[in-house]
């Protein structure tokens, strides 16, 4: 995850096309939808996929796609070292158009958050399949892996997977109804900035029942001073990620001594976890599950018995 700075869909909803025969389903609804609701078609029998979705080329690889995977951004670490085959196009937002164009790929995945509005429009006008993915809630990625499988033809993968993210769900059920303790989840440092209420980050954390707290602003990752109050509810304890800013035990210290701060337990975090979508989302949900009885600990420990 990084901090969006374009929307590649934004206004970019197509028309979904109708049949001439009146009793006949949409093609919509005959064939499985991305995130603009564009009917996408299956694949053949040898399709060459570019990603350039870090999280998305994890879970390709997770429904059996990995030879099939021909192109990749530098950020696609996972699952190494199988990723390697795949070539490098660039970054998630400095895509190497003409590497991508030599792979002559039949689709190429891209995320609204992710990836540059630019690059989706310049890729649309020659790659067969470009499918968009924007998943916001926690239980978006079911649809996720019903697309991807069934595009591809790994439909069992996908049940599997979608069984498994069930499970951890209905894990977390009993976190997520109980009171919840606001937290502020730092990204990036110079300037300090947090994730929005809007975020998949804001919803992963809520399924273990943290509430992502930030200030007022139209932004989804918008900017913080720590200096100066105005998050509501203050935050009872301060997470720092592991991306897309590498936070240390440094920065912990550094936080912990700002005034206003002292006495807020200040913690590091796993970000892929937290932030990646895809077949992530089912470990990530068991990692915030320990996690969170580990920030349970560090306030039983702060007050005593």
Known sequence: MRPATADPAAGAMLAQPEVAVPAAPRLAEALPVDALGRPVLLAGEAPRIVSLVPSITELLYELGLGERVVGRTGFCIHPAPAVRAATKVGGTKDVDLDAVRALAPTHVIVNIDENRREDYEALSRWVPQVIVTHPVQVEDNLGLYHLLGTVFHRGAQAQALAHALQAELAACAPLAAGPARPVLYLIWREPWMTVGPDTYVARMLAQVGLRAVAPDSPRRY??????????????????????????????????????????????????????????????????LRQWRESLEQAFRDKTGP
């Open 222 to 287: 918008p900017a913080v001073d720590l200096g100066a109050p105005g998050m509501h509810p203050a935050p009872e304890a301060v997470l720092l990620s592991s991306e897309p800013y590498r936070f240390r035990e440094r920065h912990c210290r550094e936080v912990a001594a700002l005034p206003g701060w002292q006495g807020v337990p200040v913690r590091l975090i796993d970000g892929e976890m937290v932030s990646w979508y895809g077949s992530r989302a089912i470990q990530g949900l068991r990692y």
